[in-house]
């Protein structure tokens, strides 16, 4: 076949240049290759730094199921969706089985709402800064991703929803509103308060309320899930964060809608997730044997973001070029803003090349190039980010 006879969807286009060399992973990949001992202080995939779900459970849970059968329900098994049920009911959120729909995760969560609400060109509103994930996530979808930013409040350093901006970014086009508490990397939430104010503008759009960091807070107003939304809310959580499982690929959609849009929304839903029946066997099996582990695995990762962050916010404290100090209240990240006059991505390639340190440069989830924001992981390996900021220290002196 020659060249002109095919061609690749357009949607890789909508996504942007995938083939731009990305300079700062190469330069860790030649420092790497050369011998040199990165301190990676961006790492989020907790079974690579200690956090890993105890594999001896693992394998005594997995035992004793029979694997061998398969139910295909849209939807997922009654019983694993009423292990979920029971979790919700333990936040003090009433939901029931009819209200769920599983997923392969938050990510393919995601893409059903897409398709359930939207058509090609059409709009989706996202937090900035926010998550790279969701503009490849819209992009595959034909979508196209706007942004409505966060706010930053001036006394505190912290970056808040307003029910207000967001509501002025919607156009005839936008099919579907983001909002993510705790959101990445920021941990802005959506409080009581936010909820109140939205509920007042009476805007119907429907709303994926994604919160897979929402047992990682720590200060501040909680996030909320509002009770009897007045719109259709979708919320979107999975294993990968709750129970340090993202290779048992396990999320899910609980709807919150005003009864009227309920069935039909229940039904189309259905639809989609018959079609590609996606969510495998073992693990819907497995989850309520699983569940019983959310307060250890959270546990321990927690101990290691509260510890991770004291030796963040003492390093922000003691260094004087270091001018943004946000409480960072919720979720994996902390913010490092630095007072220099030199684009982020410049100045994580000087600190990688001349300290061997790797941080992730604020751009890279929104914030202005111009700001010199780093993004450090609160779930790093302990020594390795007192090394590391240690390294840092010496660099920025
Ligand atoms: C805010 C947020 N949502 C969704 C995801 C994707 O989660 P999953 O692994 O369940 O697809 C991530 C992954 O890090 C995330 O940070």
Same mark, same amino acid.
């Given at each position: 076949?020659?060249?002109?006879?095919f061609?690749?969807s357009?949607?890789?286009q909508?996504?942007?240049?995938l083939?731009? @060399?990305?300079?700062?992973?190469?330069?860790?990949?030649?420092?790497?290759?050369?011998?040199?001992?990165?301190?990676?202080?961006?790492?989020s995939?907790?079974?690579? &730094?200690?956090?890993?779900?105890?594999p001896?459970?693992?394998?005594?849970?997995?035992?004793?199921?029979?694997?061998?059968q398969y139910?295909?329900q849209?939807?997922?098994?009654?019983?694993?969706? +009423?292990a979920?049920?029971?979790?919700?009911?333990?936040?003090? /959120?009433?939901?029931?089985?009819?209200?769920?729909?599983?997923?392969?995760?938050?990510s393919?969560?995601y893409? $059903?709402?897409?398709?359930?609400?939207?058509?090609?060109?059409?709009? %989706? &509103?996202?937090?900035?800064?926010?998550?790279?994930?969701?503009?490849f996530l819209?992009?595959?979808e034909?979508?196209?991703? %706007?942004?409505y930013?966060?706010? @930053?409040?001036?006394?505190?350093?912290?970056?808040?929803?307003?029910?207000e901006?967001?509501?002025?970014?919607?156009?005839?086009?936008?099919?579907?509103?983001?909002l %993510?508490?705790?959101?990445?990397?920021?941990?802005?939430?959506?409080?009581?308060?936010?909820?109140?104010?939205? @509920?007042?503008?009476?805007?119907?759009?429907?709303?994926?309320?994604?919160?897979v960091?929402?047992?990682?807070?720590f200060?501040g107003?909680?996030?909320?899930?509002?009770?009897?939304?007045n719109?259709?809310?979708?919320?979107?959580?999975?294993?990968?964060?709750? &129970?340090? &499982?993202?290779?048992?690929?396990?999320?899910?959609?609980?709807?919150? *809608?005003?009864?009227?849009? +309920?069935?039909?929304?229940?039904?189309?839903? *259905?639809?989609?997730?018959?079609?590609?029946?996606s969510?495998?066997?073992?693990? +819907?099996?497995?989850t309520?044997?699983?569940?019983?582990?959310?307060t250890?695995?959270?546990?321990?990762i927690?101990?290691?973001?509260?510890r991770?962050l004291?030796?963040?916010?003492?390093?922000?404290?003691?260094?004087?070029?270091?001018i943004?100090?946000?409480?960072?209240?919720?979720?994996? $990240?902390?913010?490092? @803003?630095?007072?220099l006059?030199k684009?982020?991505?410049?100045? %994580?390639?000087? /600190?990688?090349?001349?300290?061997?340190?790797?941080?992730h440069p604020g751009?890279? $989830?929104?914030? *202005?190039?111009?700001?010199c924001?780093l993004?450090?992981?609160l779930?790093?390996d302990?020594?390795?980010?007192r090394?590391?900021?240690?390294?840092?220290?010496?660099?920025?002196?």
């Amino acid at each position: 076949m020659t060249e002109s006879q095919f061609s690749f969807s357009s949607r890789f286009q909508l996504l942007g240049d995938l083939n731009s @060399e990305n300079k700062i992973y190469q330069t860790k990949q030649n420092l790497e290759k050369t011998g040199n001992e990165i301190f990676d202080l961006t790492g989020s995939n907790p079974t690579k &730094l200690g956090l890993e779900f105890p594999p001896s459970a693992l394998s005594h849970i997995f035992s004793n199921l029979d694997l061998s059968q398969y139910e295909p329900q849209a939807e997922g098994l009654e019983s694993t969706r +009423q292990a979920i049920v029971a979790d919700y009911k333990n936040r003090g /959120i009433q939901t029931t089985t009819s209200n769920l729909i599983l997923t392969a995760s938050t990510s393919e969560a995601y893409s $059903y709402i897409f398709k359930l609400f939207t058509n090609p060109g059409d709009e %989706v &509103l996202t937090p900035n800064p926010g998550y790279p994930l969701f503009s490849f996530l819209i992009g595959l979808e034909n979508l196209k991703e %706007v942004h409505y930013p966060l706010k @930053e409040d001036p006394e505190t350093g912290n970056w808040v929803y307003s029910a207000e901006t967001i509501a002025n970014c919607i156009s005839t086009k936008t099919k579907l509103i983001v909002l %993510v508490s705790p959101a990445n990397p920021t941990g802005s939430r959506t409080t009581a308060q936010f909820w109140k104010e939205w @509920e007042t503008l009476g805007i119907k759009i429907p709303i994926l309320l994604d919160e897979v960091f929402v047992g990682y807070e720590f200060s501040g107003e909680p996030h909320q899930i509002p009770e009897a939304p007045n719109f259709p809310l979708f919320v979107c959580n999975g294993f990968s964060k709750m &129970l340090a &499982l993202p290779g048992f690929k396990l999320g899910w959609i609980l709807l919150q *809608s005003p009864e009227v849009y +309920q069935s039909e929304i229940q039904k189309n839903l *259905s639809f989609i997730a018959d079609t590609y029946l996606s969510v495998n066997a073992p693990i +819907q099996l497995a989850t309520p044997e699983l569940f019983p582990w959310k307060t250890m695995i959270q546990n321990r990762i927690r101990t290691r973001i509260m510890r991770n962050l004291a030796q963040c916010i003492l390093f922000s404290e003691e260094n004087l070029k270091i001018i943004n100090k946000p409480a960072m209240e919720a979720g994996w $990240y902390f913010l490092i @803003e630095l007072n220099l006059e030199k684009k982020d991505e410049d100045i %994580v390639l000087e /600190i990688l090349t001349q300290t061997k340190v790797f941080v992730h440069p604020g751009s890279w $989830y929104g914030f *202005s190039h111009n700001r010199c924001i780093l993004v450090v992981s609160l779930i790093s390996d302990e020594e390795v980010l007192r090394n590391g900021l240690l390294a840092l220290q010496t660099f920025l002196k």
